[in-house]
């Protein structure tokens, strides 16, 4: 395939559409032989071509090949510099979730089963409530306004919506809270102790 040369320096327009048209497939194949997926590549054509447009002033009568494909260099040197910031971080991401959060997402499956199947047979909004204070770390009167109760109201239906937890998770125990903990959610939490 030959190269179109750049089109009427006069019309931006069609010099710039002369220039796409003659060029996109190397510039297509240059991306593609440097990046790893073709989304990536189809990205930096995208890149180059808008670079092109911005300076279409620029650009060498004649073939426009070379002046793309140093465009596309630098939009490659740029690409592979931003691969590499991400590698560095999903490496540091990787340390950290695998320093501080608990490895094995299948410990506890069972007590959180058991919980959850307490929560179950709570009225819905002893339920949320409970949730809200419990898990998603809320005061009572911030969980009043969640659900749009008075603050006084949300605090004596907490109480008696951690005292129905309790009755439903261990009949019959009249202890202040259960034992045991789901990993990441300590159990007292959820029943408001501790």
């Not at 069609?14 to 990536?40: K, M, S, T």
């Not at 179950?120 to 659900?147: C, N």
């Not at 004596?156 to 789901?182: K, N, T, Y």
Request: with cysteine; hydrophobic share 45%.
């Amino acid at each position: 395939m030959t190269p179109h040369p750049v089109a009427d320096a006069h019309d931006p327009e069609e010099q710039f559409r002369a220039l796409y048209d003659g060029n996109f497939a190397a510039v297509l194949g240059y991306a593609l032989r440097r990046v790893d997926q073709p989304a990536d590549a189809a990205d930096v054509v995208s890149e180059v071509f808008l670079v092109a447009w911005r300076r279409l002033a620029e650009a060498p009568p004649g073939d426009g090949r070379p002046w793309l494909f140093g465009i596309a260099r630098h939009v490659l040197s740029n690409y592979h510099r931003g691969q590499r910031r991400r590698q560095r971080l999903g490496g540091r991401l990787r340390d950290a979730l695998a320093r501080d959060v608990v490895p094995d997402p299948a410990i506890g499956v069972a007590e959180w089963d058991r919980l959850r199947r307490v929560l179950l047979k709570l009225r819905p909004d002893d339920r949320e409530l409970l949730m809200l204070v419990g898990w998603d770390g809320l005061t009572p009167t911030e969980a009043a306004g969640v659900i749009g109760i008075a603050p006084g109201t949300a605090r004596m239906r907490l109480a008696r919506a951690r005292q129905r937890f309790r009755e439903i998770a261990e009949p019959g125990c009249d202890a202040p809270a259960l034992l045991g903990h789901v990993q990441a959610v300590p159990f007292e939490h959820v029943i408001g102790e501790g």
